[in-house]
């Protein structure tokens, strides 16, 4: 238990830098009394409704609810949701000059609708794969390159919205591996191929696999792979997928998670770890993923080893999907969490 707590009280003295596509989630809460007469779908009576980080910005709210400085390094559009996002965020202590407007995009916005614990629908605003314009591309280049010395670590939080490009994770990599920070990805499975020589990345068990299928399509080297199926049905197909990625990618670890299984750890060099879950109950898995790579990565900062630090991700990732919505744990709430377990 003390081992937990040591690296936990050294979380205020790390500064993270989070790179990738910030959001905005928005919450509806209320309740379902009745079924609309215009169609066949619940009315809720709402009863609140609030703003919260998402995205890479949720990953930067989880790093600053435990005690971690952070830069984000993202861009909204040019439109009065991007202004909320800011607010939010400048609210909770997150340094914000990493974050560029850009006009040809909107900010990235979701809006839940839940009732009775359970989320009705989602309404997604966004406009998909728009790539970020040269100058801002530059402004976001020359930041790393300025502040990168200062930093403990770098989130790469890849939701395949358009900032993260081959470009961008090339010159982040080469330079955090050049400059030795801890480097970790969240990923999106068609740029798994550029996440080479990095710390560790963090896919849940579909990613995984999907990665497998898109590595065997794309890339002509993916051949020495020396799994041949990407249904990862069964512990012994997941462990040959996780070892044959970690080869492939050249990675120091890969943290894939499992949901209701928990977790396994894969580190070069050694065996294979299961990690249970810590969950005891299950409300909504909204940014569980984005818990996972906060406390790994500060975790990794802090000096702890990738299973200490896989641990507490799990221990965390228990928390959240007890909670409605993105909502960052709290340096309390994983103390507690230890405490229990």
């Not at 801002?136 to 280049?141: E, G």
Request: hydrophobic share 40%.
């Amino acid at each position: 238990m003390n081992k937990y707590k040591n690296i936990i009280s050294k979380f205020n003295k790390k500064k993270i830098m989070v790179i990738g596509d910030i959001m905005l989630d928005r919450h509806i809460q209320g309740n379902v009394t009745r079924i609309s007469p215009e169609a066949p779908v619940p009315v809720v009576l709402e009863e609140k409704s609030f703003y919260t980080p998402g995205g890479a910005a949720n990953v930067s709210n989880n790093l600053r609810s435990l005690g971690a400085k952070v830069l984000q390094i993202g861009r909204t559009g040019n439109d009065f949701e991007g202004k909320i996002l800011k607010r939010e965020l400048k609210r909770k202590g997150i340094d914000l000059s990493g974050i560029f407007v850009d006009s040809k995009a909107p900010t990235i916005t979701k809006t839940r609708v839940i009732a009775l614990h359970q989320q009705v629908v989602r309404i997604d605003r966004e406009k998909t794969n728009v790539k970020i314009d040269k100058k801002i591309f530059d402004k976001i280049c020359e930041l790393i390159s300025s502040e990168i010395n200062s930093y403990d670590g770098i989130i790469i939080s890849d939701y395949g919205k358009g900032i993260v490009t081959p470009e961008l994770l090339s010159f982040v990599c080469s330079l955090s591996l050049k400059k030795k920070k801890v480097i970790t990805v969240d990923p999106k499975v068609e740029h798994f191929a550029y996440y080479r020589n990095v710390t560790g990345i963090t896919p849940n068990l579909k990613e995984a696999e999907n990665a497998i299928r898109n590595i065997k399509i794309t890339e002509k080297s993916a051949q020495k792979l020396a799994i041949h199926s990407d249904k990862l049905d069964s512990d012994e197909m997941i462990n040959l997928a996780g070892e044959e990625l970690l080869k492939y990618l050249n990675l120091e670890s890969l943290l894939i998670t499992l949901g209701e299984r928990g977790m396994r750890l894969f580190e070069k060099g050694k065996k294979v770890v299961s990690i249970a879950t810590k969950a005891r109950e299950v409300f909504d898995v909204t940014g569980a993923g984005d818990a996972v790579i906060s406390l790994f990565t500060l975790s990794l900062a802090c000096g702890a080893s990738k299973r200490l630090s896989a641990e507490l991700s799990n221990i965390a990732a228990g928390i959240v999907v007890g909670k409605l919505g993105s909502v960052a744990v709290t340096k309390e709430e994983l103390i507690e969490g230890i405490n229990r377990n």
